[in-house]
């Protein structure tokens, strides 16, 4: 309990406030790297761990925390899956397991303290003293990883001939003899201001 109190005051001090989601993300995360034998994930296993998140919420930043895993070291890994869930892999021994939370916990919030009118405080204490049985279900998985996903340097840059941008890490796509950036072959999440976005500018290819 005594470790479980610090590592959510950690996690409240990088997220900025504390909420339900912060102790389902520190419960996780303790959880998840207990089952694939992590002991110091800051400290001696910090090169073993990478973490496969599944939503971009408060829970996400509570997981950063625990784990000492970022996007920048390329040691967590976004999947916009838009799931309360995460999978802990250890690099050294292969062993991976997916943390997933319970639906059900939400409602059975409501019975550990059923004088509590708002919902989210209900949730909050409750999830501080749920057993890990209640809140999350777990699975055991295997991870393939490519060696253009590890930690490190890049391994490649490479020129798109349309936009010019640099592509890190074979996230090119090759089209009609062309390398394209994805924004450019497939559209992109921005558009220039006045203007369009990549993919209007993009190669032509058979049959489109």
Same mark, same amino acid.
């Given at each position: ?100 939370? =319970? @639906?059900?916990? +939400?409602e059975r919030a409501k019975?550990?303290? /059923?004088?509590? $009118?708002?919902? %989210? ?24 990883l490519k060696p253009e ?10 020129k798109c001939d349309i ?7 074979? =996230? @090119?796509?090759? +089209? ?6 994805? /924004?450019?072959? $497939?559209?992109? %999440? ?19």
């Amino acid at each position: 309990m005594e470790d479980f109190v610090r590592l959510l005051e950690e996690s409240v001090r990088t997220h900025g406030h504390l909420c339900p989601g912060q102790v389902l993300g520190v419960k996780m995360s303790t959880l998840g790297l207990q089952k694939i034998g992590i002991e110091d994930p800051k400290g001696r296993d910090r090169k073993n761990i990478i973490v496969f998140i599944e939503m971009d919420r408060c829970a996400t930043d509570a997981v950063q925390s625990v784990t000492g895993c970022s996007l920048g070291r390329r040691t967590m890994k976004f999947m916009d899956y838009g799931k309360m869930a995460a999978t802990f892999l250890n690099l050294k021994t292969g062993q991976a397991v997916r943390v997933i939370a =319970r @639906e059900e916990a +939400r409602e059975r919030a409501k019975e550990y303290f /059923p004088l509590i $009118e708002n919902k %989210y405080t209900a949730q909050l204490e409750a999830y501080k003293i749920m057993s890990d049985e209640e809140l999350f279900d777990t699975m055991e998985v295997h991870i393939e990883l490519k060696p253009e996903d590890m930690p490190g340097r890049p391994l490649r840059r490479i020129k798109c001939d349309i936009c010019g941008e640099y592509v890190l890490d074979m =996230r @090119e796509i090759y +089209r009609e003899r062309k390398i394209l950036c994805k /924004p450019c072959a $497939e559209g992109g %999440y921005y558009k220039k201001e006045g203007g369009s976005s990549c993919r209007l500018h993009k190669v032509k290819i058979a049959g489109e």
